[in-house]
């Protein structure tokens, strides 16, 4: 998500009008090379996601099953995603293959140039990112590609909604015409190099050294890149919680401000917001802790009562104590049935599955130590 905020931003100030107080309208009108480029970058969103799902072998894209238990395992479900879980399996078979036609076929109508074809395209795709939005906190991701999707729009339909201003007149144009026409040329060199570069990316550097040269500077800057989501789809949903102790017997839970965790409380809606603790913690639940150091290190933090990170979570346990020893906790989520949740008032259930990381504990002579499970 960071990478196709980047890109889309970059391609940007190219398509934004010029000046720092820019007017809008025909006596500006936006490089046509960036306007091509973040349709390019919208097409490459939808396609390399698609592409990927049935690259990577995923059984569940095959067989369709892969939205049995999509809005349960994501990163941050809504509330909104516990009522599509309970959809019967044929609703979220037809969105699996949904999800594919769009990707790998549809999204190639960016491409033809009649307006009302672009248009029904628009409407299905703001369709289908509304429903990814109301179901799962994706952070700013699919705003991002929600917006750029405008872009297949085009200005007679736009003046439906809102009439233009007229266009400006020769007179107004000629004494700007000599530097539009440079800024212009310099867009097109910078945009095609951008252009080369994810022509380079996708197809894997199969090229020589001295052709992958140009594709190999943009790099660092992040502004070409390479999209695919969802290509594995998770299996179950797992949480790492934090626990401390003052007395070595009872432990107590550091409360999340937004990810799972108690049972009754029912998933919100955060995005475009991103609370990328959170986030990063689902994502060191489905590896070992050892390729997550940084939650060790939250645990070190935690003992030692830093309030950077007692702030990441909605409050404190110990109320400014501090805690004798830390630990993590793995569990696994279940999104409830209908009749458990009319019957218990939970919208999950969990089971403890032991420790994730060590457990960091302070030694009476104020050394602290890490205890393997």
Same mark, same amino acid.
């Given at each position: 998500?960071?990478?196709?905020?980047?890109?889309?931003?970059?391609?940007?100030?190219?398509?934004?009008?010029?000046?720092?107080?820019?007017?809008?309208?025909?006596?500006?009108?936006?490089?046509?090379?960036?306007?091509?480029?973040?349709?390019?970058?919208?097409?490459?969103?939808?396609?390399?996601?698609?592409?990927?799902?049935?690259?990577?072998?995923?059984?569940?894209?095959?067989?369709?099953?892969?939205?049995?238990?999509?809005?349960?395992?994501?990163?941050?479900?809504?509330?909104?995603?516990?009522?599509?879980?309970?959809?019967?399996?044929?609703?979220?078979?037809?969105?699996?293959?949904?999800?594919?036609?769009?990707?790998?076929?549809?999204?190639?109508?960016?491409?033809?140039?009649?307006?009302?074809?672009?248009?029904?395209?628009?409407?299905?795709?703001?369709?289908?990112?509304?429903?990814?939005?109301?179901?799962?906190?994706?952070?700013?991701?699919?705003?991002?590609?929600?917006?750029?999707?405008?872009?297949?729009?085009?200005?007679?339909?736009?003046?439906?909604?809102?009439?233009?201003?007229?266009?400006?007149?020769?007179?107004?144009?000629?004494?700007?015409?000599?530097?539009?026409?440079?800024?212009?040329?310099?867009?097109?060199?910078?945009?095609?190099?951008?252009?080369?570069?994810?022509?380079?990316?996708f197809g894997g550097r199969r090229l020589?050294?001295?052709?992958?040269?140009?594709?190999?500077?943009?790099?660092?800057?992040?502004?070409?890149?390479?999209?695919?989501?969802?290509?594995?789809?998770?299996?179950?949903?797992?949480?790492?919680?934090?626990?401390?102790?003052?007395?070595?017997?009872?432990?107590?839970?550091?409360?999340?401000?937004?990810?799972?965790?108690?049972?009754?409380?029912?998933?919100?809606?955060?995005?475009?917001?991103q609370p990328r603790f959170e986030w990063?913690?689902?994502?060191?639940?489905?590896?070992?802790?050892?390729?997550?150091?940084?939650?060790?290190?939250?645990?070190a933090r935690l003992l030692a009562g &830093?309030? *950077?990170?007692? $702030?990441?979570?909605?409050?404190?346990?110990?109320? @400014?104590?501090?805690?004798?020893? /830390? +630990?993590? #906790?793995?569990?696994?989520?279940?999104?409830?049935?209908?009749? &458990?949740? *009319?019957?218990? $008032?939970?919208?999950?259930?969990?089971?403890?599955? @032991?420790?994730?990381?060590?457990? /960091? +504990?302070? #030694?009476?002579?104020?050394?602290?130590?890490?205890?393997?499970?």
């Amino acid at each position: 998500s960071d990478g196709m905020l980047l890109e889309a931003g970059f391609l940007s100030l190219f398509f934004a009008p010029p000046g720092l107080l820019p007017r809008l309208g025909a006596a500006q009108p936006p490089s046509p090379a960036s306007l091509w480029l973040l349709r390019w970058e919208w097409f490459r969103i939808y396609f390399e996601s698609g592409v990927v799902k049935l690259a990577s072998g995923e059984p569940q894209w095959r067989d369709l099953s892969a939205m049995d238990k999509y809005y349960e395992t994501g990163p941050l479900p809504t509330w909104l995603g516990w009522y599509a879980h309970q959809l019967p399996h044929g609703f979220h078979a037809g969105t699996a293959l949904v999800t594919l036609v769009v990707e790998l076929g549809l999204v190639w109508l960016v491409f033809v140039p009649r307006r009302g074809v672009r248009l029904a395209l628009f409407v299905i795709v703001t369709l289908l990112q509304v429903g990814i939005i109301l179901t799962a906190n994706y952070a700013f991701l699919n705003y991002l590609v929600l917006i750029l999707g405008l872009l297949l729009l085009d200005d007679r339909t736009l003046s439906r909604l809102r009439p233009l201003r007229p266009a400006a007149s020769p007179a107004e144009i000629a004494p700007r015409r000599r530097l539009e026409r440079a800024r212009r040329v310099a867009a097109a060199a910078a945009l095609g190099w951008v252009f080369y570069a994810t022509i380079v990316a996708f197809g894997g550097r199969r090229l020589p050294g001295p052709l992958l040269a140009p594709a190999v500077a943009l790099e660092p800057f992040r502004i070409a890149n390479t999209y695919g989501l969802f290509a594995v789809m998770t299996r179950g949903r797992y949480e790492i919680e934090f626990q401390g102790t003052r007395d070595g017997t009872t432990w107590a839970p550091y409360p999340f401000r937004y990810k799972p965790q108690d049972v009754r409380t029912a998933p919100g809606i955060y995005a475009p917001y991103q609370p990328r603790f959170e986030w990063n913690l689902w994502f060191a639940s489905l590896g070992d802790w050892r390729a997550n150091p940084w939650v060790l290190a939250a645990e070190a933090r935690l003992l030692a009562g &830093e309030p *950077a990170v007692l $702030g990441l979570f909605r409050g404190d346990p110990f109320h @400014g104590e501090k805690p004798l020893a /830390v +630990r993590t #906790e793995l569990w696994q989520y279940w999104f409830t049935s209908r009749e &458990e949740r *009319a019957r218990t $008032g939970a919208w999950w259930r969990r089971e403890d599955r @032991g420790p994730y990381a060590p457990e /960091v +504990r302070r #030694e009476t002579t104020g050394e602290t130590v890490v205890v393997e499970p």
